[in-house]
């Protein structure tokens, strides 16, 4: 198993920045593929990126395209969202998650974290 922990979340006016961390612990977290996620108040979770172990490949939503980036560090434990020009329909709780298969990570992942709150005001 994996544990999954966000961090980073806030208060940002619209074009602002923010970047999210998610701590992964656990069995190797390196052999994980890792995304986010993000659900918006009477909206349905929602894939933002996902990036896999090697950090090599990733993949962002058409909505987040050019302002978003993820990316982990050298150890491959800790994943980041970078978030730029930031939009009030960027608001929303982002869950960070986890998974051994690059699909199912896209779809419906094994591991999730439990959400952090990013507001962004107009």
């Known amino acids: 198993q994996v544990q999954l922990v966000e961090s980073g979340g806030g208060l940002v006016q619209a074009g602002g920045s923010l970047r999210l961390s998610c701590a992964a612990s656990g069995r190797t977290p390196s052999n994980y593929d890792m995304g986010w996620f993000r659900q918006a108040p009477g909206k349905e979770r929602e894939f933002v990126a996902r990036?896999?172990?090697?950090?090599?490949?990733?993949h962002y939503a058409d909505s987040v395209k050019g302002r978003f980036t993820i990316s982990r560090d050298n150890a491959k434990t800790t994943v980041y969202l970078q978030m730029n020009s930031l939009k009030p329909e960027d608001t929303a709780v982002y869950y960070c998650?986890?998974?051994?298969?690059?699909?199912?990570?896209?779809?419906?992942?094994?591991?999730w974290g439990q959400g952090t709150q990013v507001t962004v005001s107009s």
């Open positions: 990036i896999s172990g090697s950090g090599v490949l990733t």
């Open positions: 998650a986890a998974d051994r298969d690059w699909v199912r990570l896209g779809l419906s992942p094994d591991y």
